[in-house]
């Protein structure tokens, strides 16, 4: 990751906590499905299943965005190997165009905005909260109980 955005601003700049209050604000009820955050991130917790949807703020590359992450805590771990045989039928679900997913996330959706700009804070929280739930309607259509670990 590059040390600094687009407009030439360093990553380091980005008010995290300002955009995860208000993010917190925006979706209070992510705070009781909350398994981990960090400056960079907020993980939602499907602990039935074993995952967790992390959602991130990229500034350095102006992207939001959603992938399955880890957490050792909620038996997170082997996500890939586990959701390798499921993923052409949760991307089908899903329907995400190429420009939309980075080839190192599995499977994962981005969204390119600027993330600087507090203006689209509002809507950029709104986007990770619609889709992560995308992903966890996806994942409980195709897992159901027998991905359950």
Known sequence: MSEFD??????????H?????LFAERHPYERARLARRGPWF???GLPEFGLVLSMYVAPSENVVGVFF???EKLGATQVWTRLRPFQPSIEARLKLRPEQSAQN?????????NCFAEDNWPAMADWL???CSRFEQAVLAVLGDEGRP
């Open 6 to 15: 687009f407009g030439g601003r360093r990553a380091s700049e980005f008010r």
């Open 17 to 21: 906590r300002g955009f995860w209050a």
């Open 42 to 44: 907020w993980q939602r």
């Open 69 to 71: 992450g880890r957490n």
């Open 105 to 113: 996330l599995g499977i994962n959706s981005q969204w390119r905005v």
């Open 129 to 131: 909260v619609t889709e």
